[in-house]
């Protein structure tokens, strides 16, 4: 019914409402938003905030592999052949990811990656411009 509809379309409006203002009250740096694909660049600070994090995450990953073939060879939990070995790929894998996140990162590093974001924004850019042309 058209109620119902009114409804709708006001709880939407609500939700919509309510999203935005959370989203511009939690964002400090919104002057450099890009008004056609809502794009914030991220700073040099919060990329390597973001590979401490991942570093924390692969360390954490890479101990609970190795706690598991620990348990393997002490008999306490025994793997399959095949688990055998992708935990071993795996272990391999997390190590290697901790080495290129424990070497030295500046912002050399950080501007490739920001010149890329920005890239991808324009590319979405582009996108929205040419989905709104049709």
């Known amino acids: ?23 511009v009250a939690g964002d400090t740096r919104r002057h450099k938003r890009d008004e056609v694909t809502g794009h914030v660049p991220s700073t040099h600070e919060e990329i390597l905030a973001q590979r401490e994090r991942k570093k924390d995450v692969f360390g954490e990953r890479l101990e609970e592999m190795k706690r598991k073939m620990e348990d393997h060879k002490s008999g306490k939990q025994l793997l399959t052949k095949e688990e055998y070995q992708k935990m071993e790929r795996k272990i391999k894998a997390y190590e290697n990811k901790m080495e290129e996140l424990t070497r030295d990162f500046d912002e050399r590093h ?7 974001e920005e890239l991808l924004n324009e590319m979405t850019r582009a996108r929205i411009a040419s989905r709104d042309e049709l």
């Open 1 to 23: 019914t058209a109620m119902n509809r009114s409804i709708k379309v006001l709880f939407v409006f609500l939700v919509s409402f309510l999203g935005c203002v959370g989203s």
């Open 110 to 116: 950080s501007s490739r990656l920001l010149a890329r």
